[in-house]
Each structure stands twice: as C-alpha cells, then as structure tokens.
C-alpha cells in the first residue's frame, strides 16, 4: 500500500473514532462535542504522523540526531488547554470536567492510530464510551451531586420550612444567598442555594418538594 494513503487511512479512522465519542457529548449537550472532539482525534494522529515521518529526510545526516516522540508528547500537556476550557466553576459546582477527561482521551486515542495501532485505538474508543455510558447507568444512584436551586417567595415562613427540609441526612446546604425585592406594597425573598444531595435525588425530584409551597416561583434547579 502507498504510504501516502496508510497515513490518510490513519486519519480518517482517527477521525471517525474521536467522532463517535463527541456525538456523546453532543448527545448531553456538554460543551464540545462531535466536531471538536472529531479535530482533537484528527489532529493528535496528524502530529504523530508528523512525528514518525516527518523528519525521515534529515535522519541518518551526521551530527543529526532526533527523538521522534518529542512532537507527539507535547499533545498530552497541550490538549489540556482545551480541556481546561470545557471546565465550568459557577456557585461552587464544577461542570465539564468529565468531557475535558473525555478530550484528552480522544488525544490518546488519535496518537494511538497515528502511530498505526489501529486495533488499540479502536480499543480504547470502545472503552471511553463504555465508561461515558455504561458506567453511568450502573451507578445512577451512588454518590453525591452539587445541585443549583433558585427560587423566590414572599413568606418567611416558607422560607425557614425549605430551610429545614433541605437540613436533613438526605441534603446538606452548601451556600445560601437571600436577597429582599421590594414588590407591590410586598418583599419578595429571593433565594439562591446550592444543595449537596445523593444522585438519586435528581433535579425533578427537588422541583417537586419546592412545588409543595404553593407561593413559591421556582427560577433556576441545575
């Protein structure tokens, strides 16, 4: 085979793997997804290739002397300058970080296949998504989340029974702002919480609990 067309086979399977772990992300609508994740792949086997055979013509020259892996292990500290992008800290809840870890694997997979181990790349292709879906489905409901919850009332006494709703073993409030809004002759309390709870209790379920107070206005669960 034409070396020429090994390099664009390496590409194209490079590419299609980073693409099916953006359709995802994109599918979970994070912040980078199939294009993005598709460039990551396309590019990391690019600068492997790169690497490789990119510099074949002055190798063998005295006095010339090159590690080929110099180029390519730049892309392990150079992804993350992407993956720091996806990173989100808003309210003391950090959100992105698992497509960040999901790029920096697609830059793992894209060198894999540049380099020519197709049957590895593949591999952890299949893996990565096993561990973005499969693995997420089994432990729906082991661990703790951080929940963002805003919502206004004009009752105090509203107020301090979702206080104590959201001071059980079940939920633990992490930061608690109030603000008072002057309204018709009224003050409307305006509340934003974050609420560290188990995964079981998921953004419905704290919608629902809010919704028994009927002169609540529940603005924001994320």
Known sequence: MNITMEFIIRLVIAGAMGALIGLDREYRAKEAGYRTHFLVSLGSALIMI???????????????????????????????????GTIILNKQIVRGLTTAAGIWATAGIGLAI????????ISATILTLIGLEVLSLVFK????????????????????????KFSTKDYYIVSYQ???????????????????????NDEATLAA????????TIHLIE
């Not at 540049?114 to 790349?121: A, H, I, N, Q, T």
């Open 50 to 84: 790169v690497s490789q055979y990119g510099f074949a013509d002055v190798l063998g020259k005295e006095g010339v002397g090159l590690d080929p892996s110099r180029i390519a292990a730049q892309v392990v500290s150079g992804i993350g300058f992407i993956g720091a």
């Open 114 to 121: 540049g380099s020519g181990m197709y049957v590895l790349g």
């Open 141 to 164: 409901n082991v661990g703790i989340r951080n929940i963002a919850v805003e919502f206004s009332t004009h009752s105090r006494e509203t107020l301090n029974a979702i206080s104590k």
């Open 178 to 200: 109030m603000d008072e809004q002057p309204e018709e002759g009224m003050t409307r309390y305006h509340v934003s919480m974050v609420i560290k709870c188990r995964k079981r």
């Open 209 to 216: 609990q809010l919704q028994e107070y009927g002169d609540t």
